[in-house]
């Protein structure tokens, strides 16, 4: 689908028109926090040393502690001093965003902002409670989407590394390296392209905007038969400029951006939607 928003980068030629954008949909149901996790630092590795669930979990969630969330803080108060990192555990419910899948999606968000004890206490208020999306991130905000690629299969170094095709009448081969090392050292690079798994892997794309967050009944989005190979968008939602990896239907992680954009980070004005995807 695109959109199409007004030019806010001021030093630009079209400062101030109307600029078309590819527009990718996210639903972004609340997520859960089920759980919270100790991180101490052995060896120059963190390791895990203390973790606790919360007593409401969602559906299909079978995890359990050997103390009470209320007791939790109270009794790691005086041990925070190994303690170098806490993460939160969240859950998203799939059927949440309208998907089939029954199991609860659960991993780990990092958990920023003053010390130790004060992340505890934040993350342990949070136990069992719900963190909508427009809670964490901001229309205009820049933000970085991790996801899994659209899987090809195994395929040949032309298709997989983009080399080019020897000539017609090579001895043996076409599609394939001319040749893949030298006599010494005796050995392949990894530089070399070879065939093997053609996409189905973990990507991180950085400086994805977000032109809106909404829900079907502020903006709908709704267009006749649902969108194809998803369905009706019936949860909050997130418009993010550009497109994001993977397939209708896939997990696609979003964090605040590793690089820093600068500059005010302000709204973007909407002035059309469209929902055709033209598939």
Do not use: C
């Not at 060896?43 to 007791?71: D, F, M, Q």
């Amino acid at each position: 689908m695109h959109s199409i928003t007004l030019d806010d980068r001021e030093k630009t030629p079209n400062f101030g028109k109307p600029l078309f954008n590819p527009t990718s949909i996210l639903a972004v149901p609340a997520t859960a926090v089920v759980g919270l996790r100790l991180y101490s630092r052995e060896n120059g590795a963190e390791k895990a040393i203390g973790e606790v669930y919360s007593k409401s979990l969602p559906k299909g969630l079978t995890l359990k502690s050997s103390i009470e969330p209320e007791k939790f803080a109270e009794a790691w108060k005086s041990k925070l001093g190994n303690v170098v990192r806490i993460a939160a555990l969240v859950s998203i419910i799939p059927r949440d965003a309208g998907l089939s899948q029954k199991n609860p999606i659960v991993f780990e968000v990092g958990v920023g902002g003053g010390d130790i004890q004060a992340q505890l206490d934040y993350v342990t208020k949070l136990l069992g409670k719900g963190v909508k999306f427009a809670d964490v991130f901001k229309a205009g905000s820049y933000v970085d989407v991790i996801g899994i690629t659209k899987g090809q299969g195994f395929e040949g170094p032309v298709t997989r590394m983009g080399i080019k095709r020897k000539q017609h009448k090579s001895r043996k081969s076409v599609r394939a390296v001319g040749v893949i090392g030298p006599w010494h050292p005796a050995a392949v690079m990894y530089t070399v392209a070879r065939a093997g798994q053609h996409g189905f892997h973990q990507r991180t794309e950085t400086g994805k905007r977000i032109i809106t967050i909404s829900n079907p009944k502020d903006i709908p989005i709704a267009q006749k038969g649902g969108f194809m190979h998803f369905g009706e968008v019936k949860t909050d939602y997130a418009l993010l400029r550009g497109s994001v990896p993977g397939t209708p239907r896939r997990v696609v992680v979003v964090r605040h951006p590793v690089r820093a954009v600068k500059g005010k980070t302000t709204p973007v004005q909407l002035i059309e939607l469209s929902t055709r995807t033209g598939i």
